[in-house]
């Protein structure tokens, strides 16, 4: 299996920003669909983003789209989200996923589609 290690959380204020990263080791990440995750006190694991390893389309979540921009860089095996304008309802533990590029239903973001998990990195927003 994959290994997979998010860092970059932290606590902001609304309308700020933050960059998560997240490391895959074990294999390339050419060949996963690279997903962000996040849950919140109480509630499900939803799914915020994730982005192809065939044609690097990126796919979000509508409460997101427009704030938040997955990438990668495949020299490093590092996928990013960035989020801008993060506001109250964006907290929670994010966790980043890799779920093989064979898979037909990635794209929308459901987490049993994901097969490879981080331990998850924490988001606060703080007024």
């Known amino acids: 299996q994959v290994q997979l290690t998010e860092s970059g959380g932290a606590s902001v204020q609304p309308g700020g920003s933050l960059r998560l990263s997240c490391v895959l080791s074990?294999?390339?990440?050419?060949?996963?669909?690279i997903g962000w995750f996040r849950q919140a006190p109480g509630k499900e694991r939803e799914g915020v983003s994730c982005?192809?390893?065939?044609?690097?389309?990126?796919y979000y979540a509508d409460s997101v789209k427009g704030r938040f921009t997955i990438s990668r860089n495949s020299d490093t095996d590092t996928a990013y989200l960035q989020m801008d304008d993060l506001k109250h309802e964006d907290p929670g533990v994010y966790y980043c996923?890799?779920?093989?590029?064979?898979?037909?239903?990635?794209?929308?973001?459901?987490?049993?589609?994901?097969?490879?998990w981080g331990q998850g990195t924490q988001v606060m927003v703080s007024s």
């Open positions: 996923a890799a779920a093989t590029w064979s898979s037909d239903t990635a794209k929308h973001l459901y987490p049993d589609d994901f097969g490879d």
């Open positions: 982005i192809s390893p065939i044609d690097s389309s990126t």
């Open positions: 074990g294999y390339t990440i050419d060949y996963y669909f």
